[in-house]
């Protein structure tokens, strides 16, 4: 095994300053605690002097237990031309009250001139005086040097300076941030070779990601020499983003056998980070290396019967490794390969060349080409094979729905419901409920009136709802498509409708969902007793 | 400059293999335009042999002119044991009529042995024979040796020699394909260095996205000495995606300067990236570099006093090279600056320690806390300015609104209808519209009952329109954020509203956006008469 590379996440500080992005106090806690449980070294969770709830957040915090991870707080070095101990900032670094504190200072002799308008000297007294004072009150300090790569092109000589002064008043680390995110790969590793020669201590590099390469740069510098690594979990962060951790994790740990701590939790890495994603209410794109839903997801025909034979023809890694899984995508460029598979979850014994798999892949394409798109509609895929094979019959008969949303005359409060009227075995139910909109309501509805025969449908609810205009170029015609996930608590799975009228499409995907689930313990049922 | 670097794009073929992407004949044709007008080398346009829908769009294609580009096709070499004049997909690949042919052949000697179930000696045949029997027909011949990466890694000599033998027959570039994504940033140098060295002829690569190195490794084969990039335009492929082209074109172009045919439209780029997107219907993730919405997005209050005094200082180009724009996001952690800023834009007198500064910050912290969100949203931010400081009456009274969802009881076509009752100036205006959806409906019956008063916003439509749950791991209480996108055929702008009801979140966007219209066609006006 190679050398310890410690991690360093800064979800909660430099990925705070992402778009979108807003963490409460809660959300700030279970981030800490997922990041502690997977083995990340360092957790910068805040800015107490700039942010209130970022102080409140650190006396919270002391009284929950880590495991693996340090909590670090993070300021800047003290202002220009005061004493120490009139900054209040650097007091509110104390009264945070973490082990281990960042501090940044300017390394660009321009920013230092123009943007913090004081003198070269003043700010390297700045670095000086702010490291020796926290080091006084017993801190482990992690010195980011802002701007390094630009500050180095520039006026190298000073660059060099601000790390040699904060190394000499005790910085435990300086990091070389990529603050603007414009160095090149190659310039990384010069710059990285000639400061671990001149310096030679432990030596990260903070990389942003607005030329694409966060990763990479930051991968080329642990080549370099750097052992300390700066990124957020899920890339979030300013303008393009941070390194993003949860992709430099395992191409250090499995591809390169780097010395991690996360390395003992790698299993964990996909579901911590949609766990995180889902806590920092981001939308994971579904093409993130490694973690996201499709980064083993396979469409093409030849891949996928190549995929069959070998799993390493058309992967780098088994995604097991790191808890993903292996996808194969229903598409009109599916290969019979795919389609069969899907058959033979419901029939087992159709043949490649059968007339089922004609019908299917028939029909299959007749409703792509209406809008409907069937990848990750696992639900729908399985109905439809039902319903052009056979061992389908419906479970409910529509007579009637109707929406209403209501803003009354008089002003008082909003809102929607939805009655039906639907028929099993010759019995005629009418019901109403009222939702958080039309669809929530025609829900809410279409069960209640369901669950009169099918008592199992109440644990059954929707996790997630997604409206997706088509030919949005057009202004009429246009037709939505609705893709829902469905949930009774044990499993959960996706339905989707199309239709020029987004309740109708919703209603499409809603029955889908209900009858896949009947379906689903009606075979559980079976298996448990033959 | 430096030397020429030729940029191939496959959005239509590899990119093709991505989930979610399904392209029409017309979507087609107009991405093949778009890549010509930018000044893309080389279009990939499609498999003839897999895909009859390829085959007819090479059918239509012939007819249309194009200034930069060559179009491609593509295929494998011809199969094992048998005559290529036997074989039909070779055939197809002249029938599509291109001057330029990519062929991708195995150069992996496992890949030959287990999935292609033949010899070495015969795959290496198969290459020989597809390249020179098409080199007979007058094609130019960009050779794809698929897995190259992998395959030199495992058995180098192998991997040379089918390089070899299809410089031999003729190939006029040999692209090095690391089609599973897992080749590390320095494998990619030193095997580039070996390559171009052994071989000595036009070299490109064609880089996948697993690891998120697709766009270094590019840049990096660049550096070693590759001529010729592969890629998609805005990244879209299987599993992780391709190289991003339009990351890589400005790094090339504006931080290396490489001679690239774009370099003279490279100010369209932004443009042209959102364009294939819309096209695509992909949604361009805002944190894309260089291109993304927020690329040059600032959001921390020190970042954005230090742009306003000098933009390089967090900025590593100037955003308008490549005609995208700086934006400030209005968020609770903004500094006075940005907020300042925005209410400059209607009242240039207020000072920044003014006690309006303090209300605007004081009211936008309040609705943020109750789940709005201003990034983008210009047209709400310009309104809850208006309403705090003054400046704004309302142009209606809203009386009473009803939108209903109906099946009906025969099961005949589905409809939405909303009605709405308004008063403008103590008139009272009664209206009815259907629509494609309850919120559609009442959009157009607002707009309706409001034209007889306001004729203008005869030519106001949405043009997009998103819904995201909040609290989405509560069932009961979630609220629900709805951004809307509005266009008057000259401008467009956001407008957001938040509720427990998705209709009520959309009729309180929907006035702001329609408010919003109205106050800028009055100040309009006014500037034009005074």
Do not use: H, Y
């Given at each position: 095994m190679n050398r310890r590379i410690e991690i360093f996440d800064s979800t909660l500080r430099d990925g705070a300053q992402g778009q979108g992005i807003s963490f409460s106090l809660e959300d700030k806690v279970k981030i800490v605690k997922a990041l502690d449980e997977i083995g990340i070294d360092y957790i910068e969770a805040g800015n107490p002097c700039s942010n209130p709830k970022d102080m409140e957040f650190f006396k919270i915090i002391k009284n929950i237990n880590l495991t693996n991870s340090k909590l670090v707080a993070f300021g800047a070095t003290r202002?220009?031309?005061?004493n120490i101990l009139n900054d209040e900032n650097i007091q509110s670094l104390i009264n945070a009250d973490t082990n281990v504190v960042s501090i940044f200072g300017k390394s660009w002799s321009f920013q230092v001139r123009e943007i913090l308008k004081t003198t070269l000297e003043e700010n390297l007294n700045m670095i000086k005086d702010t490291i020796e004072y926290l080091k006084s009150k017993n801190k482990e300090i992690i010195f980011d040097a802002e701007h390094f790569f630009d500050g180095f092109k520039e006026d190298k000589e000073y660059a060099l300076s601000t790390l040699k002064v904060a190394k000499e008043a005790g910085a435990n680390v300086l990091v070389l941030c990529d603050?603007?995110?414009?160095?090149?790969p190659t310039e990384i590793k010069n710059v990285l070779e000639e400061v671990i020669k001149v310096l030679g201590i432990n030596i990260g590099v903070h990389c942003h990601n607005d030329m694409g390469m966060a990763v990479a740069n930051s991968i080329i510098a642990v080549e370099a020499g750097a052992s300390h690594i700066q990124g957020t979990f899920i890339g979030?962060?300013?303008?393009?983003?941070?390194?993003n951790l949860s992709t430099i994790i395992p191409t250090l740990s499995l591809k390169m056998n780097y010395n991690l701590v996360v390395n003992n939790h790698i299993n964990d890495l996909t579901s911590k980070a949609r766990y995180i994603s889902e806590i920092s209410n981001i939308q994971l794109d579904d093409t993130t290396p490694y973690i996201g839903k499709s980064a083993f997801a396979h469409k093409g025909g030849m891949h996928i019967d190549a995929i069959c034979k070998m799993p390493k023809s058309y992967e780098h890694i088994d995604p097991e490794l790191i808890g993903n899984k292996r996808r194969f995508l229903v598409s009109?460029?599916?290969?019979?390969s795919t389609i069969l598979q899907e058959i033979h979850k419901i029939f087992p014994s159709v043949k490649k060349d059968g007339e089922e798999v004609k019908n299917v892949t028939k029909k299959l394409k007749e409703l792509e080409y209406d809008g409907y798109q069937f990848e990750g509609a696992e639900g729908t895929i399985e109905l439809l094979i039902r319903k052009t094979i056979g061992k389908y019959k419906p479970f409910f008969k529509l007579n009637h729905f109707k929406t209403i949303g209501e803003n009354p005359w008089n002003n008082s409060e909003f809102s929607s419901t939805a009655l039906i009227n639907i028929t099993v075995d010759g019995k005629t139910e009418m019901t109403a409920a009222e939702g958080d909109g039309p669809v929530n309501a025609l829900d809410k509805a279409l069960r209640k009136a369901l669950e009169v025969f099918y008592p199992e449908l109440r644990c059954v609810r929707l996790v997630d709802y997604k409206v997706r205009v088509l030919?949005?170029?057009?202004?009429?015609g246009a037709k939505v498509r609705v893709l829902i996930e469905s949930t009774d608590g044990n499993e959960s799975w996706s339905t989707v409708g199309v239709s020029k009228d987004v309740i109708q499409a919703s209603w499409i995907a809603l029955v889908d969902s209900i009858e896949y689930k009947l379906i689903k313990d009606i075979e559980r049922k079976a298996k448990a007793y033959f």
């Open positions: 202002k220009p031309e005061i603050t603007n995110g414009g160095t090149l979030v962060g300013e303008r393009c983003g941070n390194a009109e460029v599916s290969g019979k030919d949005s170029e057009s202004t009429t």
